[in-house]
C-alpha cells in the first residue's frame, strides 16, 4: 500500500522533528541531562501507540464479523473513513498553519517547563503527548488505508508501513547530522496533496459505505444484494462503468488507484460529489492559510484574471448564440447572465479603459460586485442543475435541458435513457457542476482580491517594482507593465544565480519546514 508507506514516512518525519527541536534546544541552553526523559517520552508515546493499534488490529480484524454484521458494519466503517478524513485534514492544516512558527513555539514550552517544580517530569509528558498524537493520527490513518484497500486488505500495510517508518527515521538521521540536505518544505507540501486526495477518497469511500447502508434510499435489498441501478434513485444510480477494462477489485493498478485516492470503476452522483466537494473545502482552506501570499502576487492576480476573463467572454457568447438558437429559459438564464457578467468584468478589468473617468470611478466597486455576481451565477447554475436531476425521471416536474459546458455533445446522446452501466445525463450533468462550482468560486475570489487592489484613482497597485520599471520611459503606460514584469522576472532570477554562484544556503529561519534541513544538534 503506497498510501501507508507515506503516511507513516511523514508522521515518522513529524515525530523526529518534534524531538530534533527538543534535543537540539536542551543542548543549546546546556541542559543535555535532561535528554533522557525526552527518550523516555518518546519511548513511552510510541509503546501506548503501538497497543492502540495492535488491540483495534485485534478486535476489529479477527472479531469485526461478531461485532459489526449488515448495515452495522457499512455504517461503522462510513464513519471510521469520515473521522479519518477529518484527522488527516486537520492535520495538513495544522502543519501549514502552525509551520512558520513550530519552533519557536515548541521552545517556548520546553523552557515554560523547565521552570516549574519537577521540569524534567512535565517535559517528558510534553514530548510524550507530541508524538503519541503522531502515533494516533497513524494508527487511525492505517486503519482506514486497510480497510480501504481492495486487494489483501490489512496484509497490505504493515510491510509499506514498517518501510515508511525505517526510511524516515534513516532521513531524520542524515538530516540532524547534516549528511542530508532536504526541502522539508517542498517534501511536506508534495505529500500534503497527496494525502488531501486519499482524504478526499476516503470521503468518498464513507459516503459509499452509507449509500450501502442504506442511509440515502434503497441501495441493496433485504438480503443484502445491490439493487440494480435502474431501481435506484437518480443520485444513487451508476453514472458510468469501466469494469471491463479498469475494474477497481480485479485490476492491480486501479485497485491501488481506489486504495489511494478513492477511484470507483461504478461511481454514483454522491460519491462524484461528496469527493470533489471535499476538495472544494480543502481549496478554501488553503486559500485562507496562503492569503497573504496571494494578496502579495498582484501581477498574478491582474495577469490571471484578464486571461480568465477575456476566456469566459468567448465561452459566454458562444453558449448565448446556442441559446438564442435553441431557446430554453434555463440556458437564456444562465448564458445571457454569464455574457453580461463578462462584458462589464472586461471593462472594468483592462486597464485600457481607465482613460474614461466614468469606468476608472467604478472601477472598484464594480468588480467587487462582479465577485458577488459571480457567486450568484454559481447558486443559480447549482439550483439549475439540481432541478434538472430531480425532475429527470419525475412526472411531478419538469425542466428544459441544459449541459452548460458540454454542449459539444450530441443532445440525443447527452439524454439517453438510464442503463444498469451508465446514466449519462446524470453523469455529464455532474461533471458540468464540479467545472461551474470550481471555476465560478475561483473566478469570484481573484476578482475580489482584484478589486482589493484598485486604488481610489481606479488604477490597478501592480507591484511597486513594476511600476517603477513601468513609469521610467515618458509617456509609459499600462502597456508596459508586462514587459516590466518579465524584466522584473529576468533581475530575480539574475539575484538568485548569484547567490547561488556564491554558495549561498542560508535558510529562513522562520520557515518551519525547513527547521529540521538546517538543525545543528551539536549547537
Known amino acids: 500500500s503506497a498510501a501507508a508507506f507515506f503516511i507513516v514516512l511523514r508522521e515518522t518525519l513529524e515525530a523526529c522533528l518534534v524531538a530534533g527541536i527538543v534535543f537540539a534546544y536542551l543542548a543549546r541552553v546546556g541542559r543535555e541531562d535532561l535528554n533522557k526523559y525526552v527518550w523516555w517520552g518518546i519511548g513511552l508515546a510510541i509503546g501506548v501507540s503501538v497497543a492502540i493499534g495492535i488491540a483495534l488490529g485485534v478486535v476489529f480484524h479477527t472479531r469485526g464479523d461478531q461485532l459489526f454484521s449488515g448495515k452495522t458494519e457499512y455504517i461503522f466503517e462510513g464513519i471510521v473513513f469520515l473521522v479519518a478524513a477529518a484527522l488527516l485534514t486537520w492535520m495538513i492544516t495544522w502543519m501549514m498553519y502552525t509551520g512558520k512558527n513550530f519552533r519557536t513555539e515548541l521552545e ?60 524516515g527515521i534513516v532521513v531524520a538521521i542524515l538530516m540532524f547530522k547534516g549528511l542530508l540536505r532536504l526541502n522539508v518544505e517542498a517534501f511536506f507540501l508534495s505529500t500534503s496533496m497527496i494525502l488531501v486526495a486519499f482524504a478526499a477518497g476516503l470521503v468518498s469511500r464513507a459516503f459509499h459505505e452509507l449509500q450501502e447502508a442504506n442511509w440515502f434510499g434503497p441501495y441493496k435489498d433485504k438480503d443484502g444484494n445491490t ?26 493498478f486501479f485497485g491501488m488507484m481506489r486504495a489511494l485516492f478513492g477511484y470507483q470503476d461504478t461511481p454514483t452522483f454522491l460519491e462524484w460529489m461528496t469527493y470533489f466537494a471535499y476538495w472544494a473545502i480543502v481549496a478554501v482552506i488553503l486559500i485562507w492559510l496562503y492569503r497573504d501570499q496571494i494578496r502579495g502576487a498582484k501581477n498574478k492576480t491582474a495577469a490571471f484574471i484578464k486571461v480568465s476573463i477575456g476566456f469566459m467572454w468567448f465561452m459566454s457568447f458562444v453558449g448565448f448564440i446556442w441559446a438564442c438558437t435553441n431557446p430554453r429559459w434555463n440556458s437564456l438564464v444562465i448564458t445571457t447572465f454569464m455574457w453580461t457578467l463578462c ?24 468588480n467587487l460586485v462582479i465577485a458577488a455576481c459571480w457567486l450568484l451565477l454559481l447558486a443559480l447554475a447549482f439550483a439549475f442543475t439540481i432541478a434538472q436531476l430531480v425532475c429527470e425521471n419525475s412526472t411531478t416536474c419538469s425542466t428544459p435541458y441544459f449541459y452548460y459546458w458540454l454542449l ?6 447527452l439524454t439517453s435513457p438510464q442503463t444498469n452501466s451508465s446514466y449519462i445525463s446524470v453523469a455529464c450533468l455532474s461533471i458540468a457542476l464540479v467545472i461551474t462550482i470550481f471555476y465560478c468560486g475561483f473566478h469570484a475570489y481573484w476578482t475580489y482580491e482584484y478589486a482589493m487592489n484598485i486604488n481610489q484613482d481606479g488604477q490597478y497597485d501592480y507591484d511597486e517594482v513594476v511600476m517603477d520599471q513601468a513609469v521610467l520611459a515618458e509617456g509609459a503606460d499600462y502597456g508596459d507593465v508586462d514587459k516590466a514584469f518579465h524584466l ?18 542560508r535558510r529562513n529561519e522562520n520557515n518551519a519546514f525547513n527547521i529540521a534541513a538546517g538543525l545543528d544538534l551539536d549547537a
Not at 440494480?228 to 462503468?241: D, F, G, I, K, V
Not at 522584473?488 to 544556503?505: C, F, T
Open 343 to 366: 462584458s462589464f468584468g472586461i471593462v472594468l478589468t483592462y486597464d485600457f479603459f481607465t482613460r474614461w473617468r466614468v469606468f476608472a470611478r467604478a472601477r472598484r466597486n464594480g
Open 108 to 167: 517556548g514550552q520546553v523552557a515554560a517547563k523547565l521552570d516549574k517544580k519537577g521540569g524534567k517530569w512535565y517535559l517528558m509528558l510534553m514530548v510524550f503527548l507530541q508524538i503519541l498524537r503522531e502515533g494516533i493520527e497513524t494508527v487511525i490513518f492505517l486503519f482506514g488505508v486497510g480497510s480501504v484497500e481492495s486487494s489483501g486488505g490489512w496484509r497490505a500495510v504493515p510491510l509499506p508501513g514498517i518501510l515508511g517508518l525505517l526510511v
Open 408 to 413: 459539444i455533445f450530441s443532445e440525443s446522446w
Open 488 to 505: 522584473e522576472q529576468q533581475q530575480q532570477y539574475d539575484e538568485q544565480h548569484s547567490l547561488e554562484s556564491n554558495g549561498s544556503n
Open 227 to 252: 439493487i440494480e441501478s435502474l431501481q435506484r434513485n437518480w443520485y444513487n444510480a451508476t453514472m458510468w462503468s469501466t469494469k471491463a477494462c479498469c475494474s477497481d477489485k480485479s485490476n492491480e
